[in-house]
């Protein structure tokens, strides 16, 4: 966008040259589809990172919760497994 407003302002200084403001405008669009090519891959790079983490969260959550079901159970409370012959 400032580049482009500095094509117009040399358009307007150089007094209608068409060419140097046809030279300076497709700079000027060169640099914003750059620009938004980085910001799109800047986007998905931030959207795979996220879910990278959120899985990592999850993985943790699930252990952390393993871990303390383990810690807390009551051997007395578990059921002894049954033997083949009583019944």
Known sequence: VIAALQALYQLEASSGNSGEFSRLLAEALITSASGLAI?????????????????????????????????????????????????
Request: hydrophobic share 50%; aromatic share 8%.
């Open 39 to 87: 910001a799109v891959m800047a986007t998905l790079a931030h959207h795979f990172l996220c879910g990278r983490v959120r899985a990592l969260v999850h993985d943790f959550e699930w252990v952390g919760h393993n871990i303390h079901e383990f810690l807390t159970v009551d051997p007395a409370t578990v059921a002894a497994p049954i033997e083949k012959g009583e019944g």
